[in-house]
């Protein structure tokens, strides 16, 4: 995606602020990279070093076609360790820390649909781990440099199926859960500091994640369920992403947007 999608256009009053996006190396997280730095920021794209390659090469990708630029810092977003040499990382670079795109989870990697009884702890726990842990984690680390650029954005991705539940993924839906409830523990502490915390709920995406764990008939009945009766792409994600991020949406914190095409209205 080189420019930026219909209804993000250049009023998002992203234009020099810094932006940590973790899960930079996955196709969304690559769609969020790209729009921020379209939209004049400056990202620091975060992810394993196992997706090193996917991600450096978005961010030396887009640091070309610009406005922005991006840099790409490896991390565990499990690891106090990581989060703190991810902040220097960013100051280094860009001399401030404005927003945080908590994108970071466990999906693609779980094993398939199991009832609950037949999920294993050790499953379980790294689910929590990546999802809820690593996005407290996250929240924790830029709090203090955002606090001293006079406030700024976190946005955590949450899904839908927080609403719908979903058969086979108890331990992914009820960690998704557990991000909107931190969403609004965080918006409610972090006011204070002008920083605000919201977090978006994405439909079922047609992507190579999701046709990894469900069926082709999954999908179509998905996109079928919707008001905009279509499959939902990553690009979907991107205008309601920026707007929270930016200034736009200025005295808007601890919600969560839904953005599924009308699947459930919430």
Partial sequence: M????HG????????????????????????????FVSAGANVVAVDLLRTARSALGTARAVTRTGPGRAVFAPADVTSTSDWKLVVERTIAEFGRLDVLVNNAAVYRSLSGKRPLGE?????????????????????????????????????????????TGAVGFAHYVASKAAVE????????????????????????VANDASRTLNTDEYLGAAARARALSRPMHA????????????????????????????????
């Fill in 2 to 5: 080189s420019e930026l999608p």
């Fill in 119 to 163: 999920l294993g702890v050790e499953e379980w726990d790294d689910v929590f781990a990546v999802n809820v842990r690593g996005t407290w984690l996250g929240i924790r680390a830029v709090t203090p440099s955002m606090a001293d650029c006079g406030g700024g954005s976190i946005v955590n991705v949450s899904s839908v199926v927080s609403r």
């Fill in 181 to 204: 409830g931190l969403t609004r523990a965080a918006a409610r502490e972090l006011g204070v500091h002008h920083i605000r915390v919201n977090a978006v709920a994405p439909g079922l």
């Fill in 8 to 35: 993000a256009g250049p009023l998002v009053g992203l234009a020099g602020r810094t932006v940590v996006v973790t899960g930079a190396g996955a196709s969304i997280g690559d769609a969020y990279v790209r729009a």
């Fill in 235 to 266: 690009e979907d994600l991107i205008g309601p992403l920026l707007w929270l991020a930016s200034p736009a949406s200025a005295f808007v914190t601890g919600q969560t947007v839904v953005v599924d095409g009308g699947q459930v209205f919430a």
